[in-house]
């Protein structure tokens, strides 16, 4: 039997898409329903938040032929034209081939250009694992970016499937005054947005940095810019407050978010792990 996921209540937990960090073969994703009709996002929609990070990647690239001596060296904190963004809603192929420049001076997250040895430019595209029907389900969210001072400053709209949230929406507040978004309400204190890694994550990043253990939280990007710098995107920390780092940090965890239809049908009943299945 089947149920549609409005049903089910803020905090579920739904397996939804596949993923594979290295070559140890696609595991299924856990997600957590983090929102419902949330102000802005599309009509009907449900919030999903993955449940932990999934991965530890770059946000982007060094780009070696910028003019800007801090993008050169560590890497673009413009979300619109990151590599990170791009990746999320690419499927792109089992040897890569999702990456496109995105502007004159843009670097694929190749080995020479990423730290902590996780270059993903010949990894597959994060939707790569997912199913056609998986792929169409996703709906397009319009999001409200902040654009750093040395692009112009104030702010961008741009519409994803799959997206990094905004300082904003985990409830960190706004940067530069600029509000990117709303809040989602799931995130209202730091020990709600601590996060560790997934087993997947844990035992197959390549990662010269990760946590000791298992349990440890850790840290995860978010989409909004440190404004008055042209290479430090902020990230939640391991205490579930705000950090920032270079761009090309390929230690940082990735814990991307989407939107389905609130009609979306998952089964009635929970599995092994407690989660909801998509049908």
Same mark, same amino acid.
């Given at each position: 039997?089947?149920?549609?996921?409005?049903?089910?209540?803020?905090?579920?937990?739904v397996?939804?898409?596949?993923y594979?960090?290295?070559?140890?073969?696609?595991?299924p994703?856990?997600?957590? !329903?983090?929102?419902?009709? /949330?102000?802005?996002?599309?009509?009907?929609?449900?919030?999903l938040?993955?449940?932990?990070?999934?991965d530890?990647?770059? &946000?982007?690239?060094?780009?070696?032929?910028?003019?800007?001596?801090?993008?050169?060296?560590?890497?673009?904190n413009?979300?619109?034209?990151?590599?990170?963004?791009?990746w999320l =809603?690419?499927?792109?192929?089992?040897?890569g081939?999702?990456?496109?420049?995105? /502007?004159? $001076?843009?670097?694929?997250p190749?080995?020479? =250009?990423?730290?902590?040895?996780?270059?993903?430019?010949?990894?597959?595209?994060?939707l #790569? /694992?997912?199913?056609?029907?998986?792929?169409?389900?996703?709906?397009?969210?319009?999001?409200?970016?902040?654009?750093?001072?040395?692009?112009?400053?104030? $702010?961008?709209?741009?519409?994803?499937?799959?997206?990094?949230?905004?300082?904003?929406?985990?409830?960190?507040?706004d940067?530069?005054? !600029?509000?990117e978004g709303?809040?989602?309400?799931?995130?209202?204190?730091?020990?709600?947005?601590?996060?560790?890694?997934?087993?997947?994550?844990? =035992?197959?990043?390549?990662?010269?940095?990760?946590?000791?253990? !298992?349990?440890?939280?850790? &840290?995860?990007?978010?989409?909004?810019?440190?404004?008055?710098?042209?290479? &430090?995107?902020? &990230?939640?920390?391991?205490?579930?407050?705000?950090?920032? /780092?270079?761009? $090309? =940090?390929? #230690?940082?965890?990735?814990?991307?978010?989407?939107?389905?239809?609130?009609f979306?049908?998952?089964?009635?009943?929970?599995?092994?792990?407690?989660?909801?299945t998509f049908?």
């Open positions: 039997m089947a149920q549609t996921i409005s049903n089910l209540p803020i905090g579920a937990k397996k939804f898409g596949h594979e960090v290295e070559s140890e073969g696609a595991m994703i856990i997600w957590t !329903i983090v929102a419902k009709n /949330h102000p802005g996002y599309p009509a009907n929609s449900i919030t938040h993955t449940e932990k990070i999934i530890l990647r770059c &946000f982007d690239a060094k780009e070696p032929n910028n003019p800007n001596s801090d993008r050169k060296s560590y890497g673009n413009r979300y619109s034209v990151s590599n990170i963004d791009q =809603n690419k499927a792109g192929s089992a040897a081939g999702w990456y496109v420049a995105q /502007h004159d $001076y843009d670097q694929s190749n080995a020479a =250009n990423v730290n902590n040895n996780t270059p993903y430019n010949t990894r597959p595209g994060f #790569y /694992h997912f199913s056609q029907e998986e792929r169409d389900a996703i709906l397009f969210t319009p999001l409200r970016v902040v654009k750093p001072s040395v692009d112009g400053g104030g $702010y961008e709209d741009i519409t994803r499937k799959v997206f990094l949230p905004s300082a904003t929406e985990v409830g960190l507040g940067e530069g005054g !600029i509000a709303t809040a989602w309400g799931f995130y209202i204190s730091n020990a709600a947005r601590r996060a560790g890694l997934t087993p997947q994550a844990f =035992n197959n990043t390549l990662s010269t940095s990760k946590p000791s253990t !298992i349990d440890e939280a850790w &840290f995860w990007w978010l989409r909004t810019p440190y404004s008055s710098y042209s290479e &430090f995107p902020w &990230f939640v920390n391991e205490f579930g407050g705000l950090g920032v /780092h270079y761009a $090309y =940090n390929g #230690y940082i965890g990735v814990r991307p978010a989407l939107n389905l239809s609130s979306t049908l998952v089964s009635d009943t929970t599995d092994a792990d407690g989660c909801y049908v």
